[in-house]
């Protein structure tokens, strides 16, 4: 099934010419999880006579002549978004943009060392959980949103604050949700019981695939099972943040909700499927429902072999399901040279309802922007995901989620493969991380 969304044509084509005009960096289509350890390009866009239209005024007084160029680092996706607005930012300013382009996967470590270095960049795109590490190692700065965080989503500005600060500009927001395949499985089912019944009613290698089995741990995608009962790793409070002394793995709840998985993978509804073998799976249509993010539909779209549909996770006895909600914004620099003239970039030219829809279309993964969620919201499966979205929990932000991926991991998958229970699964993890977090 092929699904394309429409862009406001016309003002994109527009900043298009403008970059084609001004600028000579090329872009790819490379996925922004890759690790290539390099910067690979740097583009200077010059001014010109043609102005954004924006939600917010753009500003009009000119810079001081030796003021430094603006530097935003950001990968190949979102890149040529920037390089587009660019010109119109530098004729507004007097202030020049250079963009460069940085791997996703590196992002965060080439800002904590080259920014100290005076190398780094003024803004840079990345993922909310790096908030805590950078606000502490004193990487990023916070930004004042001028009394505009209306126009963003309370989760998206709540998985970019740290000590109370907001430290990020947010525009992403993406969470799990289950493709099924629409030949097998006509109607979406709605709970637990009605997805194992369709499982039940056709035949195939695998009924529900869900990354995390065979070879592969994986936390994330077993979050939604953790939570179902009301499970979690750490305490949360809208107030404080996260308490990384209250971890709720060995709990009632969460032993709980991976007993569900448990009976599942012992009733045979999902098998012990990696990454790639769950996705393998759907694609060749042996298998009807596969739990994932919006990052595949790209791969989905590509393909002719599967006609397909997203659905919500199934509730499970009257209980939501929650998966982690991953949050990206702009952040800004702690080394900036100009931090004044960055936030005026932030909020005056990419926190526009046009620059939003652009970011969106070049990435599709969801929007923390509510004007571009209201936008997208006719697409069924833009508007499926952004539920999903609103239902989960933010990934903790803290450090000491570093502790947790690894223990988590390796505890469902043992779980998946049937070499302990539920409960043994739960407790491991939850001893393993108490020790990692206290050792530091």
């Not at 995608?221 to 979690?232: E, I, K, N, S, W």
């Not at 004007?371 to 450090?399: E, H, L």
Request: hydrophobic share 40%; glycine share 10%.
């Amino acid at each position: 099934m092929k699904r394309r969304y429409t862009i406001m044509a016309a003002v994109i084509l527009a900043f298009s010419l403008l970059a084609a005009a001004c600028s000579s960096s090329d872009s790819g289509d490379a996925e922004t999880t890759t690790t290539a350890a390099e910067t690979t390009e740097t583009t200077t866009a010059p001014a010109t006579t043609q102005a954004p239209t924006t939600t917010a005024a753009p500003a009009t007084t000119e810079a001081p002549a030796d003021l430094p160029p603006l530097v935003v680092w950001a990968d190949e996706k979102r890149a040529p978004v920037i390089e587009s607005i660019a010109p119109a930012f530098t004729e507004a300013t007097g202030v020049e943009v250079q963009v460069t382009l940085v791997d996703f996967g590196t992002m965060k470590d080439e800002v904590s060392t080259k920014g100290p270095a005076g190398e780094g960049p003024d803004v840079f795109i990345g993922a909310h959980d790096w908030v805590g590490e950078l606000a502490t190692n004193g990487s990023i700065s916070p930004i004042d949103l001028g009394g505009r965080e209306g126009e963003f989503t309370e989760t998206g500005l709540n998985a970019l604050k740290w000590d109370g600060a907001q430290y990020g500009l947010p525009y992403v927001t993406e969470a799990v949700a289950i493709y099924y395949n629409t030949d097998l499985v006509p109607e979406a089912p709605a709970t637990m019981a009605e997805l194992t019944a369709a499982c039940d009613a056709i035949e195939v290698d695998n009924c529900l695939g869900v990354p995390g089995g065979n070879d592969g741990g994986d936390a994330y995608h077993h979050q939604p099972f953790l939570t179902v009962d009301g499970g979690y790793i750490f305490g949360y409070d809208p107030g404080t943040g996260f308490d990384v002394e209250d971890i709720g793995l060995g709990t009632d709840e969460a032993i709980a909700g991976a007993s569900l998985l448990e009976t599942l993978v012992t009733d045979g509804y999902i098998a012990s499927t990696n990454y790639d073998d769950a996705k393998n799976l759907f694609m060749e249509g042996n298998e009807a429902f596969w739990l994932t993010g919006p990052w595949e539909l790209g791969s989905l779209e590509d393909q002719d072999t599967v006609n397909w549909g997203v659905m919500t996770l199934p509730t499970v006895d009257g209980n939501v399901m929650r998966p982690f909600v991953g949050v990206q914004g702009f952040y800004l620099s702690a080394f900036a040279q100009n931090a004044a003239i960055a936030e005026e970039f932030l909020l005056n030219f990419i926190a526009t309802d046009e620059t939003m829809l652009a970011l969106f279309e070049a990435d599709p993964r969801g929007s923390a922007h509510i004007a571009t969620i209201k936008t997208i919201s006719s697409d069924p499966i833009n508007a499926t995901f952004a539920i999903s979205g609103q239902t989960g929990q933010f990934m903790p932000n803290v450090p000491e989620m570093g502790a947790v991926w690894g223990p988590v991991g390796d505890n469902f998958l043992a779980l998946r493969n049937g070499d302990i229970d539920a409960e043994t699964a739960m407790t491991n993890a939850s001893e393993q991380v108490t020790t990692v977090i206290a050792e530091g």
